[in-house]
Every structure is written in structure tokens, then in C-alpha cells.
């Protein structure tokens, strides 16, 4: 009877796992990142003797892997609701590096500092400035949704041109110019919380807790699907279509916005020809690695989230292995690639 | 040419879609195969065309035994299989169209351009068609492109050929030049298996038929032995209503008037006015501007110039969520691409239209819309798994019912229903023609589009036809006749003579 009973409840754990398998889509990606954390932990080496430093060394290690995968995660997650409209944004670097330049020529502490030509200084001016910055992504954002929406320009062309326009023009104005960030802008990202620093995680936490939110439960998230599913059913259902697509680039500037204050704020500066070079293709690679059909309709936050790290743990075994750098993208490509060979084999079982 | 298909058996997991079928079907034939959706007919030409194997059963092409793996096998033993969606691409010449997949080249290996252009005029002329064959496909319309796939199949020799549902999108002109074509292959002794829900149009091309319901053969005969209430029946199982649904009922205060309604060259001058308690038909051929002017009605598409009146107030409507705001309704015609959102479940898929309506600060009361749903879907007699089934796995006459009971769910006062039954099979389309009486019992008024003057007749108190983007006129009760709605629609017009001529008044 008991054995009978253990048979069972394995045959149901194995049909669950089935089920689960064909029919919950993020259950594979997770799974998936559940292997990779275990590799992770195996090549790091466990060690019972020192339980405690073992788990110090394996945490610490994976506060980097989050802090240093913060920024491009919370726009990764921006980069889910333009791909599920079946659209794209290429411009999310460029957009970092115009955000990012704007806030250090807001709070410059030197000659040219905007704020402090008018007098505001102290945290006043880092008030100001997070404001500011976050209006002026989001109307960056806006720029490219009217183009798109207004404008009908295909999202590719539009956000391919933005890209050129916001990194030359950022690029040109930032010539000879060092503006300093003060100290206690750096907070924003360095304050640490029981001696760990940990800011730039909780911050990506909250946002994807808030849009994971967003995307089941209100109508703007709902809407984001019916529009990326059937364009033409959704506007003859009462939604409107362009005001949906507007809205999903600008919370893209938004979200690019505050990336660049973690950014900022992390290292004081800012390389204006450099920084956020290729950001939009990890972007997209994290997407879609956590399921996000580039057709546009299906996308999962969470997934994201997983596809992030599934990446960002990559990077980081490769690390380990001592992989040449150069060759890292190579693997990255792969997972990419894999990842959505392993999706379609679900769907057509 | 001909070909036996014998004790065909298929399941797909525990479901037996095909329990012994066997047909048999000759060259210079057209065969009529019928059934309700899911009755077996698809997966029963699917395995014919190659694209199913049976688990059990044989084919055999002139009394040889054939086994069909892939599609190309059934294409090589001269077998056609012309899909409802039709696979053109409409940014290649018509020409190029025809080889595709099977493009001939030079000796250097480029596409025999010349050859290509020449086979097809040569098929063009057999075919008696007079279309220029450098003609880009996108600027033909359904009939023609139906008749192109037609033209690629006897292209590759093909002695019989499959046509599901070949008239569902088109217009009773485009029907015409489709039978045309028709007749023409049967005379090449061409074997021709015709799929569709319109029994009148079996009656009028078909010559032998054949019924399936529930994965069997349950009849099967000479077209000209039957009429279509017994193909109906058999269908079904039972006997099909066609009497005239329209009830008497008290007519309230006018709702909707429009004047002077005009966009550009879809519809000019419009006048109309509606009444709560009214069901309004409009019918008219393909061209007549009636799914554009009542789109621009419920904001989805603009006006160049008239006034809509609502409840007597000069209302001026911007983007379809006004309209829904407002109490109009439109359900549009071919479901698929204007209505079903495939990536949202059922119960999504019926609510997305109220959501703004249940929502606080934009987050979403799915409490409320539960409810809803549940109390419609009972009501609309839903057929379905779980409320979070993807919405794909309904039958279209389900699927059609969910997006009703979204348009329901919005408390409309004005429901527009531009081709209800579109893709509904017999038993749902009478549920839908309940449901729509009903309505007009609880005092929304109704205006029902349809290309089908059986169902106009059926349903409407009185139907205003179009032409061309204009009213050609207005026909009530038992002037609503196939002749006079066609006199109309063509353009032509109803002199006091022939009213009496037609009804003794």
C-alpha cells in the first residue's frame, strides 16, 4: 500500500514536470537557469567544512553578478513590451549616453554645471536632477513613439535613426567637457545596506516587481499584448493602438533614464563613445531568451528576468572557465539561439 | 481519373475524427463534401492531400494503391489541395506566382522569365480568363486570386483538385466567375471536390455529394435527388429551421440617424435612421461600402463630411473606444484577422472590450468580468474547455459566440454585426440568430451586414442595400425577397410595377 502510494505520487511528479513542461512556457527557462546555477555552484567548488565562508564567497559573488547586470536588466525589461507590441528599440545605448550626459551636466560640481550656475547644490541639485532625468528619457522615449505611432515610421528605421542622432549629438556636445559628479550622487548606487551594496538590485526588483504587475493585471499591460497579438482586432476592440505603442517607448526612456543614473552614479562617469554600445542586443538577447516572440503578442516579464540571468550567469562561468573575453559573445549567441530552439520544440509537441 | 479513398480511420489522442470513411471521386465531377466544423472533413482531405497519414485504410489513384507521406506525394499523383488561406504571395507577378516552388531556369541557371510568362497565358487561354499575367497579385481581388491557385494547380497537371470553403470571402459576382472556372475545369475532365457551408451553392454546381458528421459518412448521393433542407439535415442530425426568424415588436425612439455620411470613394450621401427594438439588415455585393461606412460610424476609420445624430445629439466619434463609450458595437467581418487576438485566452478574448470600462487607475477588475463572462457564456451557450483555453481551440462558431459575448458585455445600444455567421457551422449560426432576436427584445437596436440574403431575409425587419458606396433603396417585410435584393445590389432599381408584379399588393 505505501509503496504503492510512492509509485504514485512519482508518476504524478513526472506527469506534473510533463505537463509543465509543454504547457507553462517559463517552466523551461527556468529550469534552465536552475541548471546553469548549478553548474555555477559546483565549478565555484562547495565546501561543507566552511559552510560560512563558502556561502560568503558564493553570495558575494553573486551580488556582483546582480549589481553589474542591474542596469541593462531594468532595461531589458522596458525592451519585453516593445518587442511584445511587435515593435523594437535599437536606441536604448544611445539613450543611456544622452541621459547619462544630461545628469552630469546637471550636477557638474565644476564651472559648468547647470545647476550650479543657478545655485542649487547639495541634495536639492540630486533631487532636480534624478527628476529631470527621468523627463527627459521619457521624453526621448515619446520622440521615438511619435515617430512610430504619428509618424508611421517602422520601429526599426525609427529607433536605428535615433540611435545615431542621441550618441552624435550627445557625442559632439560632450567634447572636452569632464563635468564631476559630487560625492553623495554616488549614493544612489553605492549606499550600502548592512555593509552589502545592493541598491542597483533592489531597485531592478522593484521595477520588474511593478511591471510584472503592470503586465498582468492592468489594462495598459493587457493592451500591450492585444495590440502585438492582432493590431487590427485590438483597435476594433476599443483599444487604442497608438496611444498603447507611445506610452511603451517612452516607459522605454523612462526605464534607459534610470539606468543611466545607476550607471552614472556607479562611476562618476560616463564614456560617451563607449558606454552602452550594444546594450540594445543584450537587451533583446535577454527577452528573448525569456520567451518573448519577436513577433510581437507573447512576452513574460519573469522570463526576462530569467533570461537575464541565464546570460549574466554565463558571463560568469565563462569568467570562471577562463574563456577569452573575445569569445564570449560567442556563447552568448548561442544560449540565444538555443534558447528559442528549446521554445519552438515545446510548441509544435 | 479517379480516386477511392477506402475505410479511412484517424484519431488525434483519444479523439476519432475519422471512423471508417470511404468516397470515391471521379474526373469531370464536382463533389460536394459537407459537414458541420469538426464533422471530419478537414482532416479527411488533409490525409488525401498528404498532409495527415491514416492510422488505418487505403487511397488508391486509378484503381492503384497509393501512400501519401508528405504533400508533395499527393501533388505528384495529380491531387490539388487549394487551402482556405490562400498561399499567393501578393507581391509577385501573377506568372511568378504560378511556378513557385517549381521556378524553370535557364541554362545559366536564372528564372526562364519567358516561359513562365508563356505557360501561364497558355493555362489563361485554355481557362478562357482574361487577366495580364505580369499583374501583381495583390491587385487582384479574392475571386481572381482564387481562380489563380486554380490555374496553378492545372498547371502541374493536377486531375483533381480540392477547394475548401473556395467562396467563403467572396462576393456573389466573384461566386460566379469562381463557377465559371468551375464548369470549365469539368469539362477539361477535371475532378473537382468542393468544400463549403452555402448549400444553395451546392445545389447550383455540384453534381454528387457526400456528408460527414462526427467522423462518419451518413449520406451520400445525387445533388439533384436532394434539396438543401435535407442536406441541412443531414448535417445536423435534425431538422434545420428556415423560416423567417423577425418577431413583431413595439419600435422605440430613433437612435441613430445619419446625413449625408461620405469617405472619400468608399460610401457618398449616406441617409439612414434607426430606431431601439429594430433589427436594420445591410446587404450588397463586394464594393458596396457597407463594412467602411459603419467601421467610420464606430470611429474606426474617418468621415469627409455628414453629421451622426445619436438619441438626436450631433455626435462627433474620433477612435472606437468613444463608440464603445457611447453604446455602439461593431463586430467585424472576417473574424480571424479583425477580431480574434490568438496570443489571449477565451475569457480574455471576451472581455478585452471592457476592460477600460472595470478598471480603477487602470488596474483590471477581473472579479466583475468573471461574472460576466460566466452569466454570457451560459447565455451564448459557450461550448469549451476552461475560461483559460487559448481562444484557438473553440470551433469558429464558438469562437464567434466569444467575440459576441465581448460586444455583449459592453451594454451596447446600437450592436452593428457585420457578417455574424462567417465560418459558423449550421447549429451555431441559429444560436447566433437567437441571440441577436433577443437582443432586439431587451431594446438594442441591431444592424445586421451580411452578404447572405437568405440570412438578411431571415433575420431583419427591413434591409437597406447598397451599391457602390450608396443606398440603392430600402426593402421591408415581404419585399425582402433574393430577386429584389439583387435588383438592388447590382445597381438596378424597383419601379411601383414591379412591387405589385412581385407581390399582388
Redesign the interface.
Known amino acids: 500500500m505505501g509503496n504503492e502510494m510512492v509509485v504514485n505520487s512519482r508518476t504524478s511528479y513526472l506527469e506534473w514536470f510533463k505537463y509543465k513542461w509543454s504547457n507553462d512556457p517559463l517552466f523551461s527557462i527556468f529550469i534552465g537557469l536552475v541548471i546553469m546555477i548549478i553548474i555555477q555552484t559546483l565549478v565555484l567548488g562547495f565546501d561543507y567544512n566552511s559552510f560560512g565562508s563558502w556561502f560568503q564567497s558564493w553570495s558575494n559573488n553573486w551580488i556582483n553578478i546582480l549589481r553589474n547586470n542591474a542596469g541593462i536588466g531594468i532595461v531589458a525589461l522596458g525592451m519585453t513590451f516593445v518587442i511584445m507590441t511587435g515593435g523594437i528599440d535599437l536606441a536604448v545605448g544611445a539613450t543611456l549616453v544622452a541621459t547619462g550626459a544630461f545628469a552630469m551636466a546637471l550636477l557638474d560640481v565644476g564651472q559648468r554645471g547647470i545647476l550650479g550656475i543657478i545655485g542649487v547644490t547639495g541634495y536639492p541639485a540630486i533631487i532636480l536632477t534624478i527628476i529631470f532625468v527621468l523627463i527627459f528619457g521619457y521624453l526621448l522615449g515619446s520622440l521615438i513613439g511619435v515617430s512610430v505611432t504619428k509618424g508611421m515610421v517602422p520601429p526599426f528605421i525609427a529607433t536605428l535613426g535615433a540611435m545615431m542622432v542621441f550618441r552624435s549629438v550627445t557625442q559632439h556636445l560632450m567634447q572636452g567637457y569632464n563635468p564631476r559628479v559630487p560625492v553623495e550622487f554616488l549614493q544612489i548606487a553605492s549606499f550600502k545596506i548592512g555593509n552589502l551594496m545592493i541598491m542597483p538590485i533592489i531597485y531592478w526588483l522593484i521595477i520588474a516587481a511593478i511591471l510584472y504587475y503592470v503586465s498582468k493585471?492592468?489594462?495598459?499591460g493587457?493592451?500591450i499584448?492585444?495590440v502585438?497579438?492582432?493590431e487590427?482586432?485590438?483597435?476594433?476592440?476599443?483599444?487604442?493602438v497608438n496611444k498603447v505603442k507611445l506610452r511603451v517607448y517612452a516607459l522605454m526612456g523612462l526605464l534607459v533614464s534610470i539606468a543611466a543614473i545607476i550607471q552614472v552614479s556607479r562611476i562618476g562617469s560616463m564614456d560617451y563613445a563607449g558606454a552602452g554600445r550594444g546594450m540594445e542586443m543584450d537587451a533583446i538577447a535577454a527577452a528573448v531568451v525569456g520567451g518573448t516572440s519577436m513577433m510581437g503578442?507573447?512576452g513574460f516579464i519573469l522570463g526576462t528576468v530569467y533570461g537575464m540571468l541565464i546570460i549574466a550567469v554565463l558571463n560568469n562561468l565563462l569568467n570562471l572557465f577562463g574563456v577569452p573575453p573575445l569569445l564570449g559573445d560567442a556563447f552568448k549567441g548561442l544560449i540565444v539561439i538555443a534558447a528559442v530552439l528549446l521554445q519552438r520544440k515545446d510548441k509544435s509537441s | 481519373m479517379f480516386v477511392e479513398m477506402n475505410h479511412i480511420k484517424k484519431s488525434f489522442g483519444s479523439n476519432d475524427v475519422l471512423k471508417d470513411v470511404s468516397l470515391t471521386i471521379n474526373g469531370g465531377e464536382v463533389y460536394a463534401l459537407l459537414g458541420e466544423n469538426g464533422a471530419g472533413k478537414s482532416t479527411l482531405m488533409n490525409i488525401l492531400g498528404g498532409v495527415h497519414q491514416p492510422d488505418e485504410g487505403t487511397i488508391s489513384v486509378n484503381g492503384e494503391l497509393e501512400k501519401f507521406n508528405k504533400p508533395v506525394d499527393s501533388q505528384e499523383a495529380g491531387i490539388a489541395f487549394i487551402h482556405q488561406e490562400l498561399n499567393l504571395i501578393n507581391d509577385l507577378p501573377i506568372y511568378e506566382n504560378m511556378f513557385l516552388g517549381r521556378e524553370p531556369r535557364t541554362k545559366t541557371g536564372s528564372l526562364d522569365l519567358e516561359k513562365m510568362i508563356r505557360d501561364t497565358e497558355e493555362i489563361f487561354q485554355k481557362m478562357n480568363i482574361k487577366l495580364d499575367s505580369k499583374k501583381m497579385v495583390g491587385d487582384l481581388d479574392s475571386s481572381y486570386k482564387q481562380i489563380i491557385e486554380i490555374c496553378r494547380a492545372m498547371i502541374t497537371n493536377a486531375s483533381i483538385i480540392i477547394m475548401d470553403e473556395p467562396t467563403t470571402s467572396l462576393t456573389d459576382q466573384e461566386i460566379e466567375r469562381v463557377f465559371e472556372m468551375m464548369v470549365t475545369l469539368k469539362n477539361h475532365n477535371v475532378g473537382l471536390i468542393f468544400i463549403s457551408h452555402k448549400l444553395n451553392e451546392v445545389m447550383q454546381i455540384c453534381d454528387r455529394y457526400a456528408v460527414l458528421r462526427d467522423g462518419n459518412l451518413v449520406s451520400e448521393g445525387l445533388v439533384k435527388d436532394v434539396t438543401t433542407d435535407d442536406l441541412a439535415r443531414f448535417m445536423v442530425g435534425y431538422d434545420v429551421r428556415t423560416e423567417p426568424l423577425s418577431r413583431k415588436r413595439d419600435l422605440g425612439e430613433e437612435i441613430l440617424r445619419v446625413e449625408g455620411l461620405t469617405y472619400k470613394h468608399a460610401f457618398k450621401n449616406i441617409d439612414f435612421s434607426i430606431r431601439v427594438g429594430e433589427v436594420v439588415g445591410f446587404t450588397g455585393l463586394l464594393g458596396d461600402g457597407r463594412s467602411e461606412l459603419f467601421q467610420s460610424i464606430f470611429g474606426a476609420n474617418d468621415i469627409s463630411s455628414g453629421k451622426i445624430y445619436l438619441n438626436g445629439k450631433d455626435i462627433k466619434i474620433k477612435s472606437t473606444l468613444q463608440a464603445i463609450n457611447k453604446g455602439i458595437a461593431y463586430l467585424p467581418r472576417n473574424r480571424k484577422e479583425n477580431a480574434i487576438i490568438r496570443d489571449m485566452d477565451i475569457f480574455e478574448n471576451s472581455s478585452i472590450a471592457t476592460w477600460p470600462k472595470f478598471s480603477k487607475r487602470g488596474v483590471i477588475n477581473t472579479y466583475i468580468h468573471k461574472d460576466k463572462f460566466k452569466h454570457l457564456s451560459e447565455k451564448l451557450k459557450i461550448k469549451m474547455g476552461k475560461r483559460t483555453d487559448n481562444i484557438t481551440s473553440l470551433s469558429g462558431g464558438n469562437q464567434q459566440k466569444v467575440v459576441l459575448s465581448k460586444w455583449i458585455a459592453t451594454d451596447p445600444k446600437i450592436l452593428i454585426l457585420d457578417n455574424p455567421t462567417q465560418g459558423v457551422d449550421v447549429g451555431s449560426k441559429e444560436d447566433i440568430y437567437d441571440i441577436i432576436l433577443d437582443l432586439a427584445d431587451e431594446n438594442i437596436a441591431i444592424v445586421v451586414l451580411s452578404s447572405e440574403a437568405s440570412e438578411i431575409i431571415r433575420v431583419c425587419d427591413r434591409t437597406l442595400v447598397m451599391y457602390q458606396g450608396v443606398i440603392q433603396g430600402e426593402l421591408k417585410g415581404n419585399e425582402m425577397t433574393d430577386h429584389n435584393i439583387m435588383r438592388l445590389a447590382t445597381g438596378g432599381e424597383l419601379t411601383n410595377k414591379e412591387w405589385e408584379a412581385n407581390y399582388g399588393k
Open positions: 493585471r492592468t489594462t495598459f493587457r493592451h499584448i492585444a502585438g497579438s492582432n487590427r482586432a485590438a483597435n476594433l476592440s476599443g483599444v487604442n503578442g507573447r
